[in-house]
């Protein structure tokens, strides 16, 4: 008997018809004699639709209120699923994230999971339930109902792998499993079917949407195996686990795929002045603010010395402004510019490490079809950069061919 | 400063316009001076669409998962309003029922409430907080959501008014207060300025449907005034208060009120044995399966002896029907017929106790209009009669004509 976390996202329980699948294939996962823990998301666009409400009534509702509006998109899906599992003759019982035991830290809308309190859970697993958690939601110590930011699902799951000690974490998503790149970008992009946790985080903060990067830094931390395959199909999907590094060397591509960001902003800061410790304070703002921050570049304009240029995601732009105005003038810093009309093109891969000119050849790719590339950021194993939107997703397919990806 | 609960219906935050308008009748009373607590139910049509979304799953769904699911209609609620005051420059606060302090028993979708724990109340109304509660819903003791049954947000204001020990306790509806009959039936029908707690009971259980006769009760027994008004208009609705029983005599109608309860199903067991204790198994089996049972007749059957007829909500039928298959040979009883095509119509009025004949009065004008009764019972303020549902709103129509309430 092996005790299995299975997660569900928002698209594999959007209606009834699709409830009633998942609780087929989670009940077929039972039959075969294993303890299930499932986790679900709120079905199709609940979260979407909610938010649009919420804007309805406020541009900037607050972050307190927003978590207890989002967190019944869950709570509808764990009582549906455990409804159609019982239908099936199941022994199922949905349970809150509070009730699931998982507790997190006191920050509204992206909270961090603290600790997995199991009680309740080893106990309805021991009374032969199919036991139903809502995902991206937990408890916090004073109290509150709080959300783990959009995707968190994917890490309540793995956190709750963790806690139980599960032989597996399945994530079961729209599509086949994690690809060299979006297919509904570029056709000859194929799936792979072994990827490392570094590789996988990159591909995650790259954009590749698949997985949230903070479930896979606790996959890797724990070494817990995730399983990324389709609800559809019973095709194997791939598998995220530790890579070998030396079969990566030997026999995997130098890049083993191409991400594409479309949630990025581009912020420019003007006539900072040369003082020490000017963009430490920018910075510490932003971060008070719990505004994430991707790439950081200074000086990197042409006409002007000492402005500062970061990305972060769309979704923060009206928190931004609001800070900017606000902290600008106090760094003495003359003025900002946001822009939205960029994305994020990346190039992952281990084999990067030891193959010198991957980055310049991604470069030349992009300067060779008339890209100018706004901003650049690395790290050992990804090439991130800044394109025009517009011309974003033929970026991602120039780089698909340029670095072998296209052949299977 | 008056300490004042308001509760909003689902029609009167339907959509993000009409929560913004609440929230300024909301913001005006507080601005008075007055500490406010809010009490919301579930948007416009969310709980009947979440009991669709479940019934497309299972015909017969677990009442536990039930109660996990309908109490996300109030929590979206709550989180909409106290967003929309916060527009509006007010300090205001969500709280799920179990986060407001209120514990309920154990009986899922029917629970009721044991105790409110105004302490995180308090502390936020102490912080000068608009307090927005999510009603229908409350903790039970073994840590599960549990909800009211149908109506019980207005439970929910007169529970949070006592326990909060509120000078006043507002009910907000999509009229203009309680009507002498439903208007939409009865063109002539008028708003009641006041009316005595036992008369509303009996309205309300009437199937007048403005409020919950559990709340009724409560207030009664805790002498809450409630104010039942509009939530569009500024106009004075009608006090629900202690009647002053001389006053009620010399000036008011005999009947105040026509109701009609088209929720109704009519049950008959058949070939019932004569013997002792027969009946009660019967009620007992529904009393255990918490099907509430409103009229009983014994042998009231022209053709056969021994029969049992009895009335209850529509809602009841899927397990109304299982719970018969069993218990009827059980009794040792023949047959059963479940019959869904009949409405109770009801007269109220606290007047009646001294005026005999009324009861006579409406069965007469029922019968020389061709009505055949088909179940009578009375109390001492309310007389009901189950007739054929397609002519029961010409039986409130008649009767509204006969007990003089045409003229106001």
Redesign the interface.
């Known amino acids: 008997m092996a005790r299995i976390v299975q997660k569900f996202g928002g698209s594999s329980v959007a209606n009834?018809?699709k409830?009633?699948n998942v609780a087929k294939r989670v009940a077929a996962t039972a039959d075969e004699g294993n303890q299930v823990v499932v986790v679900v998301s709120a079905m199709g666009d609940t979260t979407d639709d909610?938010i649009d409400?919420?804007k309805?009534?406020?541009l900037d509702?607050?972050q307190?209120?927003?978590d207890?509006?989002m967190?019944?998109?869950e709570?509808?899906s764990?009582?549906?699923l455990?409804?159609?599992l019982?239908?099936l003759g199941k022994k199922a019982?949905?349970l809150?994230g509070p009730?699931a035991g998982i507790h997190t830290d006191c920050v509204a809308s992206k909270a961090k999971i603290t600790e997995v309190n199991c009680a309740?859970l080893e106990k309805e697993l021991n009374a032969g339930n199919i036991v139903v958690v809502a995902g991206f939601q937990g408890l916090s110590p004073d109290?509150e109902?709080r959300t783990l930011g959009r995707g968190g699902s994917d890490t309540s799951g793995v956190a709750l792998a963790v806690a139980l000690k599960a032989d597996l974490c399945e994530i079961f998503t729209d599509v086949e499993g994690v690809f060299t790149a979006d297919p509904r970008i570029v056709p000859k992009a194929h799936k792979i079917d072994s990827i490392s946790y570094d590789e996988m985080l990159e591909m995650a903060s790259a954009g590749a949407g698949v997985l949230q990067p903070r479930s896979v830094e606790l996959a890797k931390q724990y070494g817990i195996h995730v399983h990324v395959r389709s609800t559809f199909t019973q095709n194997k999907g791939t598998i995220v686990q530790e890579g070998n590094k030396m079969e990566n060397l030997e026999k995997e591509m130098v890049v083993s795929g191409v991400a594409l960001d479309r949630n990025v902003i581009k912020v420019s800061v003007f006539d900072v002045p040369d003082e020490i410790g000017v963009a430490s304070k920018l910075f510490r703002a932003l971060a008070d603010a719990r505004i994430n921050v991707d790439m950081i570049i200074q000086g990197g304009d042409r006409n002007r010395l000492n402005s500062i240029t970061f990305t972060t995601g769309k979704d923060e732009k009206i928190k931004l402004e609001k800070l900017l105005n606000d902290v600008v003038p106090k760094i003495g810093a003359k003025e900002y510019t946001v822009s939205d009309g960029v994305s994020k093109v990346s190039i992952v891969g281990a084999g990067m490490i030891t193959n010198p000119g991957v980055a310049a050849k991604m470069f030349e790719t992009l300067s060779d079809n008339g890209f100018n590339i706004e901003l650049i950021s690395t790290s050992e194993i990804k090439v991130s950069c800044i394109v025009k939107e517009d011309r974003a997703a033929e970026a991602v397919c120039l780089l698909h061919t340029a670095f072998d990806l296209d052949k299977e």
Chains 1, 2 share one sequence.
């Open positions: 009834a018809e409830i009633k909610l409400l919420a309805q009534i406020s509702p607050s307190r209120e927003m207890m509006l967190a019944t998109g709570q509808q764990i009582a549906l455990s409804i159609a019982q239908e019982i949905s809150t009730q309740r109290g109902i």
